[in-house]
């Protein structure tokens, strides 16, 4: 039997704030010497209380807006209660009831039916926990707890289970996390854990699963510890065929959390978190409630463009492909350079007008994209002159050149064959050869035998 | 002259005055705890040597405004005190040295006073009676065969006994009030959010506020303006002024209203009466005394029970013996039964039922004080229905706290500022009076209870130990 | 009918698990009576019909309490400070099981 998979995800982002979340830590934890950014509040001691922290409240909003998400201009923190070792209050603060975004989402590219979007539920903020690392001491296995990352605000962006693949996951992270790199509030940097994701997935059979009005099945599995893109697929993936193999031989899946062991390539039942939960959520006590204005709301939105829009843009106003829009808007940093160089040529050789401004879009792009220039230390006005220089030597007529390209690799089969056996050596003869006829740059015609060859 | 036996007033006077150094009053007072301690149990933690080198080290700095410079104070057990032990009386952080100070301890230290002691008090102040301190109990001054109340007994005790100059202490639903009416001092418990409740240990934090136990309103109001005022570390303390309520009211035209619902017929004989009289006393010194209505405070208790056991059995999670403290097991009983109750309260399924069912009944009992609040200015009642009760009657009574705070639970729950001032005796035991005003009306309170204090001698009494 | 409302002792039970609380063996067989005390009190509340009161989470009325994002070091603990009172470290961690009970 074939099956679909129903996966949906919960993000967690770590925002990149320059204090924690209800006190006034440094919210910086990579790398940091144990246990030395901790005060009464991040540690739990008996009476410390919760302030929040204002930029996090914001960003929490401009991320949810971002996401195409509704605000609740009347919103409030709640107290989540589980215990475990790295969350000192036994208690995590977090938004249950009112989340500050909801009912949100971000358009894929599916290759079948054109876009599709993945619908977001809820993006709330919430403080983080420390961080724990096994070891043994005196042979005793025990867990060793710093605290440094206690409290540190945190973004959870939850999905409907909208996925059907891998793919589609794969896409929506890398979307998301260049919105969250747009908007400036997070490197989302999953190696570092500032981006951690938990994918819930459970399967269906394909042959009576109603896309349009989805029959979800009863049970979900949800997969934690992941914390690459990378891990994400081949978790997911491994959890697609675990569950595939069951169903196959009858068996029931049952719900449960799931963690993935990167060692063993496989996904393990995580015990502790087995027991039933009932996280007695209520209004946190210490936090009056916010209630926010429609103007407030719109003075936190992001001004600049996101990034889909940006792609369009480029798209439209540079005439760039998909592949090169894309690659150029990948972070603002590239495509405001880009945009900067673009600006440069149009003054720069605004009247010499030999190449047409379409032309140098593209020269530009390809210089940027192919990594032919170093844009951190090229400024983009340099980068045109640069662009200018080689042109005069190398001012050629594509179609001349491919002519002469052709004509010299018929007129010297020999040293084609003597390439093909490996004596790449011989392409300066044959660039020195095309050069004789027209005179460009010899990286470029080097590209075209090289195409050719 | 005794130094110890100086009202807050007295002492600065005569500190300012040079009759006599901060280091006397320490050590009066020190010595006072010597002597009377093995029969009252007022503190856990005597600061003696500590207090009495601060107090040796005093040095005047022009300029510097330290209005309590010299002036012994106690703190109850659950504020944190940095360096020194901070129990909340209970066993579980019997040796916890706190490495901060709660805000209005800071504040306390800020205006020079020394503080000679950490007071008993029930254990996480669950509960009345201060029998349940892991501790063992405190014993009330006027009769140590009877209970000092609670929680903060042993701040109510050690100020009658004349062990310390004043104390604070902190209320939820009556642990100031309903101790210092049993052992006949003055406690103001101030507008919920007035005080920082920074580094204090958290009981219910939706109702949890600090104040002051004196021995005059005068004292208490003197202590309550340096503890009173917005904290940036408290989320929840209010933004505005101290002195925004209400200047100087004579009683003469004042509207003071008798709750008929809060003379009970199950009060013990004399208490009703008691203040009663004080009423007339009122009526005499020019306030229109009329009767009014409200909500029945049996409803409140069921409310504050709900409140306070789940705020309690989330607050209590911290208590994890990893960071800090021992383990779980070190709970006492009461601790554990409200835990266990509070966690019932707010499971799913339940939470409607309970917790959200009780901030809805909150929001009648605050509407119904709006009502009353618009025909009079103030309310008074007895604090507790009875006087201080015996040793040992807390026990198997699981809900002896909430009975015997009854008359105040109401207001603590809506927030209210009230104030217990001493109103006679039944039986050689005192008798509080409560005065329980609008939000921020700490100021009106405090002026009408020291007008009736200046009237009457009961607040001069004091125990024979 | 009131009052027959009985926390059985599976319920105490299942709830100290939840409160991560050990119970005593006398705990254990005078809880079920002694909550259910209490609760039978607290069901008073049913008699007030509340369904469309708002609820009250905070008396004063405050609203948007928050800080800007600034980190300073005003409270910040040494890592002494922070460890003092805890029974078990190691080279600068906190020390627990790793079975959490």
């Given at each position: 039997?074939?099956?679909?998979?129903?996966?949906?995800?919960?993000?967690?982002?770590?925002?990149?704030?320059?204090?924690?979340?209800?006190?006034?830590?440094?919210?910086?934890?990579?790398?940091?010497?144990?246990?030395?950014?901790?005060?009464?509040?991040?540690?739990?001691?008996?009476?410390?209380?919760?302030?929040?922290?204002?930029?996090?409240?914001?960003?929490?909003?401009?991320?949810?807006?971002?996401?195409?998400?509704?605000?609740?201009?009347?919103?409030?923190?709640?107290?989540?209660?589980?215990?475990?070792?790295?969350?000192?209050?036994?208690?995590?603060?977090?938004?249950?009831?009112?989340?500050?975004?909801?009912?949100?989402?971000?358009?894929?590219?599916?290759?079948?039916?054109?876009?599709?979007?993945?619908?977001?539920?809820?993006?709330?903020?919430?403080?983080?926990?420390?961080?724990?690392?096994?070891?043994?001491?005196?042979?005793?296995?025990?867990?060793?707890?710093?605290?440094?990352?206690?409290?540190?605000?945190?973004?959870?962006?939850?999905?409907?289970?909208?996925?059907?693949?891998?793919?589609?996951?794969?896409?929506?992270?890398?979307?998301?996390?260049?919105?969250?790199?747009?908007?400036?509030?997070?490197?989302?940097?999953?190696?570092?854990?500032?981006?951690?994701?938990?994918p819930s997935v459970s399967i269906a059979p394909i042959s009576n699963f109603k896309f349009k009005t989805p029959n979800l099945p009863n049970y979900r599995v949800e997969l934690k510890n992941i914390n690459s893109f990378r891990f994400a697929r081949k978790a997911i993936d491994y959890e697609i065929k675990r569950q595939t193999e069951l169903l196959e031989k009858g068996d029931k899946i049952i719900q449960q959390t799931r963690g993935w062991d990167d060692i063993r390539n496989v996904t393990v039942p995580q015990r502790e978190k087995e027991k039933a939960h009932d996280y007695r959520y209520f209004p946190e006590p210490d936090i009056p409630p916010i209630e926010l204005t429609g103007e407030q709301v719109s003075g936190i939105k992001y001004q600049g463009e996101l990034p889909d829009e940006k792609f369009a843009r480029f798209q439209k106003d540079y005439g760039l492909s998909d592949y090169d829009a894309g690659i150029l808007t990948e972070n603002r940093e590239t495509a405001d350079y880009y945009e900067a160089a673009v600006k440069a040529a149009n003054v720069l050789v605004g009247a010499d007008r030999e190449i047409p401004l379409k032309l140098w879009r593209k020269m530009i792009a390809n210089q940027i994209i192919n990594k032919k220039v170093n844009t951190a230390e090229t400024v983009p006005a340099e980068l045109v002159k640069k662009i200018v220089e080689s042109k005069k030597t190398s001012e050629v007529d594509e179609e001349k050149l491919d002519a002469a390209v052709n004509e010299v690799l018929n007129n010297n089969s020999e040293v084609v064959a003597s390439f093909k056996n490996g004596k790449t050596g011989v392409i300066g003869f044959l660039i020195g050869s095309v050069k004789r006829i027209v005179p460009a740059d010899p990286r470029l015609i080097e590209e075209k035998l090289r195409k050719k060859l | 002259?005794?130094?110890?036996?100086?009202?807050?007033?007295?002492?600065?006077?005569?500190?300012?005055?040079?009759?006599?150094?901060?280091?006397?009053?320490?050590?009066?007072?020190?010595?006072?705890?010597?002597?009377?301690?093995?029969?009252?149990?007022?503190?856990?933690?005597?600061?003696?040597?500590?207090?009495?080198?601060?107090?040796?080290?005093?040095?005047?700095?022009?300029?510097?405004?330290?209005?309590?410079?010299?002036?012994?104070?106690?703190?109850?057990?659950?504020?944190?005190?940095?360096?020194?032990?901070?129990?909340?009386?209970?066993?579980?952080?019997?040796?916890?040295?706190?490495?901060?100070?709660?805000?209005?301890?800071?504040?306390?230290?800020?205006?020079?006073?020394?503080?000679?002691?950490?007071?008993?008090?029930?254990?996480?102040?669950?509960?009345?009676?201060?029998?349940?301190?892991?501790?063992?109990?405190?014993?009330?001054?006027?009769?140590?065969?009877?209970?000092?109340?609670?929680?903060?007994?042993?701040?109510?005790?050690?100020?009658?006994?004349?062990?310390?100059?004043?104390?604070?202490?902190?209320?939820?639903?009556?642990?100031?009030?309903?101790?210092?009416?049993?052992?006949?001092?003055?406690?103001?418990?101030?507008?919920?959010?007035?005080?920082?409740?920074?580094?204090?240990?958290?009981?219910?934090?939706?109702?949890d506020s600090p104040g002051p136990i004196t021995k005059t309103v005068a004292d208490a109001r003197t202590v309550y303006r340096v503890i009173a005022g917005f904290d940036l570390f408290d989320a929840t303390s209010a933004d505005r002024p101290v002195s925004d309520s209400g200047n100087l009211k004579k009683i003469a035209g004042l509207k003071i209203g008798l709750p008929k619902e809060y003379f009970r017929t199950e009060a013990q004989p004399g208490v009703n009466e008691t203040v009663m009289a004080a009423a007339k006393k009122l009526e005499s010194l020019g306030a229109r005394v009329l009767e009014v209505s409200l909500f029945d405070p049996k409803y409140a208790i069921s409310v504050y029970t709900i409140l306070q056991r789940s705020e309690v059995s989330s607050n209590l999670a911290r208590f994890d013996g990893i960071r800090f403290g021992g383990t779980r097991d070190q709970f006492n009983e009461e601790n554990k039964r409200r835990i266990m109750l509070g966690t019932y309260t707010l499971q799913s399924g339940y939470y409607e039922a309970y917790y959200q069912k009780a901030q809805k009944i909150r929001t009648i009992i605050i509407e119904d004080f709006n009502r009353v609040f618009e025909k009079v200015d103030l309310l008074l009642s007895p604090v507790s229905p009875t006087t201080a009760q015996k040793v040992g009657a807390s026990a198997n009574q699981a809900m002896f706290g909430e009975i015997s705070d009854i008359l105040i639970e109401p207001s603590s729950i809506a927030g209210l500022p009230g104030i217990s001032v001493p109103c006679g005796f039944v039986k050689g035991l005192p008798v509080g009076m409560q005065l329980v005003g609008p939000m921020w009306s700490e100021n009106l309170i405090l002026d009408t209870a020291q007008e009736y204090e200046q009237a009457t001698e009961w607040h001069k009494q004091k125990p024979n130990l | 009918m009131k009052n027959n409302k009985k926390l059985t002792s599976e319920e105490v039970k299942h709830v100290a698990g939840l409160a991560n609380l050990p119970l005593s063996e006398k705990e254990t067989k005078d809880f079920p009576e002694k909550l259910s005390e209490t609760i039978d009190y607290i069901d008073q509340l049913k008699e007030i019909p509340a369904e469309n009161t708002p609820p009250t989470y905070q008396v004063t009325g405050k609203t948007n309490a928050w800080r800007s994002d600034k980190s300073d070091s005003c409270r910040l603990l040494s890592p002494q400070e922070a460890l003092a009172n805890a029974k078990k470290t190691h080279n600068g961690f906190f020390v627990t099981k790793v079975k959490w009970s």
């Amino acid at each position: 039997m074939k099956y679909i998979p129903i996966i949906g995800l919960e993000v967690h982002v770590e925002l990149a704030t320059e204090s924690k979340m209800f006190c006034n830590c440094p919210a910086e934890h990579f790398g940091v010497e144990p246990n030395t950014h901790t005060c009464p509040v991040c540690l739990g001691l008996p009476g410390a209380l919760p302030v929040p922290n204002k930029k996090a409240l914001e960003w929490t909003i401009m991320l949810s807006q971002a996401l195409g998400c509704k605000i609740n201009l009347e919103s409030h923190f709640d107290r989540k209660n589980y215990f475990y070792p790295d969350l000192p209050k036994g208690y995590q603060i977090t938004q249950y009831e009112r989340p500050f975004g909801e009912n949100g989402g971000v358009s894929l590219k599916n290759q079948e039916s054109g876009i599709k979007k993945i619908r977001i539920r809820r993006v709330h903020l919430e403080e983080d926990t420390g961080k724990l690392q096994h070891a043994e001491i005196n042979g005793e296995s025990v867990s060793l707890v710093d605290f440094n990352r206690s409290g540190v605000p945190l973004v959870e962006i939850v999905t409907e289970p909208d996925f059907r693949s891998i793919e589609e996951v794969d896409e929506y992270l890398k979307k998301l996390q260049k919105i969250i790199r747009y908007l400036g509030i997070s490197n989302a940097d999953m190696e570092k854990g500032s981006m951690r994701i938990e994918p819930s997935v459970s399967i269906a059979p394909i042959s009576n699963f109603k896309f349009k009005t989805p029959n979800l099945p009863n049970y979900r599995v949800e997969l934690k510890n992941i914390n690459s893109f990378r891990f994400a697929r081949k978790a997911i993936d491994y959890e697609i065929k675990r569950q595939t193999e069951l169903l196959e031989k009858g068996d029931k899946i049952i719900q449960q959390t799931r963690g993935w062991d990167d060692i063993r390539n496989v996904t393990v039942p995580q015990r502790e978190k087995e027991k039933a939960h009932d996280y007695r959520y209520f209004p946190e006590p210490d936090i009056p409630p916010i209630e926010l204005t429609g103007e407030q709301v719109s003075g936190i939105k992001y001004q600049g463009e996101l990034p889909d829009e940006k792609f369009a843009r480029f798209q439209k106003d540079y005439g760039l492909s998909d592949y090169d829009a894309g690659i150029l808007t990948e972070n603002r940093e590239t495509a405001d350079y880009y945009e900067a160089a673009v600006k440069a040529a149009n003054v720069l050789v605004g009247a010499d007008r030999e190449i047409p401004l379409k032309l140098w879009r593209k020269m530009i792009a390809n210089q940027i994209i192919n990594k032919k220039v170093n844009t951190a230390e090229t400024v983009p006005a340099e980068l045109v002159k640069k662009i200018v220089e080689s042109k005069k030597t190398s001012e050629v007529d594509e179609e001349k050149l491919d002519a002469a390209v052709n004509e010299v690799l018929n007129n010297n089969s020999e040293v084609v064959a003597s390439f093909k056996n490996g004596k790449t050596g011989v392409i300066g003869f044959l660039i020195g050869s095309v050069k004789r006829i027209v005179p460009a740059d010899p990286r470029l015609i080097e590209e075209k035998l090289r195409k050719k060859l | 002259m005794e130094l110890n036996k100086l009202t807050l007033t007295e002492a600065m006077d005569g500190l300012s005055e040079y009759k006599f150094t901060g280091r006397d009053l320490v050590s009066a007072c020190l010595s006072r705890i010597k002597e009377v301690e093995p029969k009252i149990n007022a503190f856990i933690t005597v600061t003696a040597e500590a207090a009495n080198k601060e107090a040796s080290e005093i040095q005047e700095k022009p300029g510097d405004i330290k209005p309590f410079l010299g002036v012994p104070a106690a703190i109850k057990d659950n504020f944190n005190t940095k360096g020194l032990k901070t129990t909340a009386a209970s066993n579980i952080i019997r040796d916890y040295v706190a490495p901060y100070d709660a805000t209005v301890v800071h504040k306390i230290k800020e205006s020079g006073a020394v503080i000679i002691g950490k007071t008993n008090m029930d254990a996480f102040a669950h509960g009345s009676s201060t029998e349940t301190s892991d501790f063992g109990p405190t014993k009330n001054p006027w009769n140590t065969d009877y209970l000092p109340g609670g929680s903060s007994g042993g701040s109510a005790a050690a100020v009658a006994a004349d062990e310390t100059i004043f104390a604070i202490g902190s209320e939820t639903a009556g642990s100031i009030r309903q101790p210092a009416a049993w052992c006949g001092v003055v406690g103001l418990k101030p507008t919920y959010g007035r005080v920082s409740r920074y580094g204090l240990i958290a009981m219910a934090s939706s109702t949890d506020s600090p104040g002051p136990i004196t021995k005059t309103v005068a004292d208490a109001r003197t202590v309550y303006r340096v503890i009173a005022g917005f904290d940036l570390f408290d989320a929840t303390s209010a933004d505005r002024p101290v002195s925004d309520s209400g200047n100087l009211k004579k009683i003469a035209g004042l509207k003071i209203g008798l709750p008929k619902e809060y003379f009970r017929t199950e009060a013990q004989p004399g208490v009703n009466e008691t203040v009663m009289a004080a009423a007339k006393k009122l009526e005499s010194l020019g306030a229109r005394v009329l009767e009014v209505s409200l909500f029945d405070p049996k409803y409140a208790i069921s409310v504050y029970t709900i409140l306070q056991r789940s705020e309690v059995s989330s607050n209590l999670a911290r208590f994890d013996g990893i960071r800090f403290g021992g383990t779980r097991d070190q709970f006492n009983e009461e601790n554990k039964r409200r835990i266990m109750l509070g966690t019932y309260t707010l499971q799913s399924g339940y939470y409607e039922a309970y917790y959200q069912k009780a901030q809805k009944i909150r929001t009648i009992i605050i509407e119904d004080f709006n009502r009353v609040f618009e025909k009079v200015d103030l309310l008074l009642s007895p604090v507790s229905p009875t006087t201080a009760q015996k040793v040992g009657a807390s026990a198997n009574q699981a809900m002896f706290g909430e009975i015997s705070d009854i008359l105040i639970e109401p207001s603590s729950i809506a927030g209210l500022p009230g104030i217990s001032v001493p109103c006679g005796f039944v039986k050689g035991l005192p008798v509080g009076m409560q005065l329980v005003g609008p939000m921020w009306s700490e100021n009106l309170i405090l002026d009408t209870a020291q007008e009736y204090e200046q009237a009457t001698e009961w607040h001069k009494q004091k125990p024979n130990l | 009918m009131k009052n027959n409302k009985k926390l059985t002792s599976e319920e105490v039970k299942h709830v100290a698990g939840l409160a991560n609380l050990p119970l005593s063996e006398k705990e254990t067989k005078d809880f079920p009576e002694k909550l259910s005390e209490t609760i039978d009190y607290i069901d008073q509340l049913k008699e007030i019909p509340a369904e469309n009161t708002p609820p009250t989470y905070q008396v004063t009325g405050k609203t948007n309490a928050w800080r800007s994002d600034k980190s300073d070091s005003c409270r910040l603990l040494s890592p002494q400070e922070a460890l003092a009172n805890a029974k078990k470290t190691h080279n600068g961690f906190f020390v627990t099981k790793v079975k959490w009970s």
